[in-house]
């Protein structure tokens, strides 16, 4: 069974530079995998920053990017915001559905 | 602006059924594979089931296939999950998502399963 692997926390300072990361159990994540990203606050929808691992969504800040960094999709965050303060799950396609990983708790303070 | 406006959540017993809707706006719903994601109460998002935009293709997470069944249908811009043999386990709010790889989404319906 395919397992998407994610930080479960991360912390940033106000200003600062975060980079999340989105891995496989076993293998590399490629553009093959389209990967994406979302935000999610408690209560509420996830919202879409990222598809097909770089293309940002509509009317999302281009303080978000996604990348591949060496064998994961990476989701950086530049110059991080109070209201940055999320959970951010990554999503790997996998040819008829897909696997969302367990998400990231991000902390700014 | 897209739109995904999700219906039938509730409240339903160990073994019984439920129907979600999804109303679908401000896109070309026909041309679009739709998606149900579901997240648990404290957990995270989980996919459920994809189909196509024909309905000629259907996909199931393992712990659902044989009891859920997804549909659409583009005459009315709408998207449908019925679920069958219902378990605690099922408890979580149901999204409604346009997208094959990644995904749009609507804003959720709570389905609690309890005796």
């Known amino acids: 069974q395919t397992v998407v692997t994610q930080e479960p926390s991360f912390s940033v300072s106000p200003g600062g530079t975060v980079t999340l990361t989105c891995g496989l159990s076993?293998?590399?994540?490629?553009?093959?995998?389209?990967p994406s990203w979302y935000q999610q606050t408690p209560g509420q929808a996830p919202r879409t920053l990222i598809y097909?691992?770089?293309t940002r969504s509509s009317g999302v800040p281009d303080r978000f990017s996604g990348s591949i960094l060496g064998n994961k999709a990476a989701l950086t965050i530049t110059g991080a915001q109070a209201d940055d303060e999320s959970d951010y799950y990554c999503?790997?396609?996998?040819?008829?559905?897909?696997?969302f990983g367990g998400g990231t708790k991000l902390t700014v303070l | 602006e897209v739109q995904l406006v999700e219906s039938g959540g509730g409240l339903v017993q160990p073994g019984g059924s439920l129907r979600l809707s999804c109303a679908a706006s401000?896109?070309?719903?026909?041309?679009?594979?739709m998606s149900w994601v579901r997240q648990a109460p404290g957990k995270g998002l989980e996919w459920v089931a994809n189909?196509?935009?024909?309905?000629?293709?259907?996909y199931y997470v393992d712990s659902v296939k044989g009891r859920f069944t997804i549909s659409r249908d583009n005459a009315k811009n709408s998207l449908y999950l019925q679920m069958n043999s219902l378990r605690a386990d099922d408890t979580a709010v149901y999204y409604c998502?346009?997208?094959?790889?990644?995904?749009?989404w609507g804003q959720g319906t709570l389905v609690t399963v309890s005796s």
């Open positions: 189909i196509k935009q024909d309905g000629s293709e259907k």
């Open positions: 999503v790997l396609y996998m040819g008829s559905g897909v696997v």
């Open positions: 076993s293998g590399s994540v490629s553009t093959s995998y389209y």
């Open positions: 401000g896109f070309t719903f026909s041309s679009y594979w």
């Open positions: 097909s691992t770089n």
């Open positions: 998502a346009r997208g094959l790889e990644w995904f749009m």
